[in-house]
């Protein structure tokens, strides 16, 4: 069963930094891309950041400068270094990644990590 688990989210003040994980279990995890998106109450889903199985990487506007996102694939493990944090970045943080099953594609979640900037 192909299961992604984050960490690392909590409280921190304006300016602070988090770095979060995104662990992976059940997969070839070097061969898989990862997609951070987060999410605050009654608001649509946003694109955070993205690391490809070759390591390119990809922001949103928003993230671009602050965020960064690597991989330790020896760790099945994705990181999103986050620098400079704004109260605009509070919300729950979720990683994501998308299978092939041999008939069809399936997006696959974690659970979600709270992250709140506030002083």
């Known amino acids: 069963q192909v299961q992604l688990v984050e960490s690392g989210g909590g409280l921190v003040q304006p300016g602070g930094s988090l770095r979060l994980s995104c662990t992976g279990s059940?997969?070839?995890?070097?061969?898989?891309?990862i997609v951070w998106h987060r999410q605050i109450p009654g608001k649509a889903r946003e694109f955070v950041a993205h690391i490809t199985s070759e390591r390119n990487t990809k922001y949103a506007d928003s993230t671009e400068g602050r965020f960064t996102i690597s991989r330790d694939n020896a760790k099945s493990t994705v990181y999103l270094q986050m620098n400079s944090l704004k109260p605009e970045d509070t919300a729950t943080y979720y990683c994501?990644?998308?299978?092939?099953?041999?008939?069809?594609?399936?997006?696959?979640w974690g659970q979600g990590t709270q992250v709140t900037v506030s002083s």
């Open positions: 994501m990644t998308r299978v092939y099953s041999g008939t069809a594609y399936t997006d696959i």
């Open positions: 059940g997969l070839p995890f070097s061969e898989y891309g």
